[in-house]
């Protein structure tokens, strides 16, 4: 038991902690972000731009993860691109969050009711003001719980980026237990220290939720006496 705690509180087992954290973060910012463009993009009425985009997202879709980070980190230097393995597996593990979160925030935007767009269109909103103030401020209400369950998710997936030797909280753990045999001490910590990542994670998207949560928010006003009433109205000391 004291070997286990030693290996979690351990310096190696820490920065390979800080290291998966930091490479999901930014595997999920740049899928987020890809996510959304390619969204719009399937939106466009330029019909090609449409076929790209379900191309990309059939491919990245249909094949493993692990193939795709196979592939970066082996195939781009022969292409004359020679990259850390830290830098390849945030490529390959974004490519393919793209893919899936293009569909999400597609969704989030089709949940949005389209009389909301038609009332902004009578307002004299362009469709740049449309989707900036109408559509995404609606829609990532719409789009967040899943997006936490890709964090998750991506979190996991991370522990491949092992196979092209980023040290990683799988990495480490797998040659603590060749070194010392201590099989049991060493994945135990590492899934420790997941389960206080993903805590971590979970912990921050129910924050971001509350705060999304208008109705959570309008009622908390109207508990706190935020909102005047009627005898707070005609009362005119109140005012």
């Excluded at 009389?115 to 902004?120: D, E, K, L």
């Amino acid at each position: 038991m004291t070997g286990f705690l030693d290996k979690a509180v351990s310096a190696d087992f820490l920065t390979a902690s800080l290291l998966t954290f930091v490479l999901t973060v930014l595997s999920m910012a740049l899928g987020i972000a890809g996510g959304v463009l390619l969204a719009l993009v399937k939106g466009a009425r330029f019909a090609p731009l449409r076929w790209l985009a379900d191309a990309y997202i059939w491919f990245f879709r249909g094949t493993p993860v692990l193939l795709q980070l196979i592939f970066v980190f082996n195939v781009l230097p022969l292409w004359g691109l020679s990259l850390s393995p830290f830098t390849c597996a945030v490529i390959a593990l974004s490519l393919n969050e793209v893919a899936y979160m293009a569909e999400i925030v597609r969704g989030g935007l089709l949940g949005v009711d389209k009389g909301q767009r038609t009332a902004a269109h009578m307002l004299g909103l362009s469709e740049t003001g449309i989707l900036r103030w109408v559509v995404l401020p609606q829609a990532t209400r719409l789009i967040l719980p899943p997006t936490g369950n890709q964090f998750i998710g991506m979190l996991k997936t991370s522990a491949l980026a092992s196979v092209v030797s980023v040290q990683d909280l799988m990495l480490t753990a797998q040659r603590q237990a060749a070194a010392d045999f201590d099989y049991v001490g060493s994945l135990g910590a590492a899934a420790v220290h997941y389960l206080v990542l993903t805590t971590v994670f979970t912990l921050a998207l129910r924050q971001v939720e509350r705060r999304l949560d208008i109705g959570r928010r309008a009622s908390a006003r109207r508990a706190g006496n935020l909102v005047p009433g009627p005898a707070a109205a005609l009362d005119p000391a109140a005012r």
